[in-house]
C-alpha cells in the first residue's frame, strides 16, 4: 500500500508539471450566463457596467477623470497616458467597439472595460 500510494504521488506530481502548473496565463474568455458577459480584466484596465441610455464615454467620465480630444479620442484616464504607440481602446463584453465611446450607446449589463493597447 506504501508503494502503491508512493507510485500515485509520483504520477500525479509528473501529471501536474506536464499540465503546465506553476505558469501564469491570462485568458480572455467571453461567457454569457443569464445575459451576463463575465471577462478577465487586463492590468491597467478600467471596467465599468453600461446604463440604458447613456454613451460609454459619459459613463467613464462620470466615474474617471479623463482628458477627451475634440474629436472625441481619450487622452488619458486617471493621468495615466498612453506610452509610444499606444493608445486606449475600449471594449463592449470582451470586444474591441466598432464605433467610438461617444457613440456607443451602452445597454444595462454591458461591461466596458478601456486598456492600453499597442501599435
Known amino acids: 500500500m506504501k508503494r502503491f500510494s508512493s507510485i500515485l504521488i509520483i504520477v500525479l506530481s509528473l501529471a501536474l508539471v506536464g499540465a503546465g502548473c506553476g505558469l501564469t496565463t491570462t485568458v480572455k474568455v467571453p461567457v454569457k450566463n443569464a445575459n451576463t458577459v463575465v471577462c478577465v480584466a487586463a492590468a491597467d484596465s478600467v471596467t465599468y457596467a453600461g446604463q440604458d441610455g447613456k454613451n460609454a464615454l459619459?459613463?467613464?467620465?462620470?466615474?474617471?477623470?479623463?482628458?477627451?480630444?475634440?474629436?472625441?479620442?481619450?487622452?488619458?484616464?486617471?493621468?495615466?497616458?498612453?506610452?509610444?504607440?499606444?493608445?486606449?481602446?475600449?471594449?463592449?463584453?470582451?470586444?474591441?467597439?466598432e464605433v467610438g465611446a461617444k457613440d456607443y450607446q451602452t445597454t444595462n449589463g454591458d461591461k466596458i472595460e478601456w486598456k492600453l493597447e499597442s501599435y
Not at 477627451?68 to 470586444?95: E, H, L, M
Open 58 to 97: 459619459e459613463l467613464l467620465q462620470s466615474t474617471h477623470q479623463v482628458d477627451v480630444s475634440t474629436q472625441g479620442f481619450v487622452n488619458a484616464i486617471d493621468g495615466k497616458k498612453p506610452g509610444d504607440r499606444q493608445f486606449w481602446a475600449f471594449y463592449v463584453n470582451c470586444k474591441q467597439a
